[in-house]
């Protein structure tokens, strides 16, 4: 097998509804499991020194569901933040959000900001959660920001795409790999700029059953894919020139 260079894997954390449903649970139930299995997936990455790890956990359009699923979920991340931050900064992850993070109430957003603040000189796994994310309102957020940066509009030149992504939220190294569970072969909004050049895996098992094991096979497609970002050799790096 092949040792291709792995450090971003991102994930649509999808199937938590179906997992409970299946037990006759209420869905909360299975929302609940999910947590168990970041807790699990993102330990496995910090050993594997996986440099970074982004995953979806509530996109923009998530506010559709019914009112007392979204407050349920919201809840749910306060708690769940407050109880996992400690562990987190004990083994040196570095937290950070990203989304339209100011729909949240004041006291989830100061969990967040807390989080972040406490994690931020770690040096080990980047993790990633986009809440109230949407690769489109990532883009748009970019422009709107980019157009009310002074320094930039003040230079008056043409963007470029490193320009460009310094205004996204989440900048550096695109995912290597995108895994999403469940079934839906779909991005779900999930950062389309990011992922232009990602391999996608794409597996029907549910999130609260995704194990180490099921990273395994998943890392061990990934191993077997042949990256060429267009070019007629392979490579692991994304040759910039495809965006000018
Ligand atoms: C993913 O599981 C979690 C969130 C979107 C918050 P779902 O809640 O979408 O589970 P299914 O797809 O209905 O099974
Ligand atoms: C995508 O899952 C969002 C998250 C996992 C947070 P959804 O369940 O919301 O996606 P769709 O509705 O099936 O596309
Ligand atoms: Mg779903």
Redesign the pocket.
Known sequence: MSNKIISHISV????N?RWATQRNMPRAYGHKEGVKTINKIVSVCSLRQISQLSL????S??WN?PEYEVQFLLKLFEDSITKYVDDLHLNNVRIKFIGNLKSFSSKLLKTISQAENLTRDNTGLKLNF?MN?GGQWDIINAVNSMLNDINFVSKNKKISAVDFEKYLSLQGASPDLLIRT?G?Q?L???MLWQHAYTELYFTDCL?PDFNEKELDVAIEHYQKRTRRFGSLKSSNHIVKKYVK
Request: proline share 0%; aromatic share 24%; glycine share 10%.
């Open positions: 649509i954390m999808d199937g509804g979806f956990a509530f996109s359009e998530n569901r986009a994310y469940a839906e779909r779900s909004n999930f999130w």
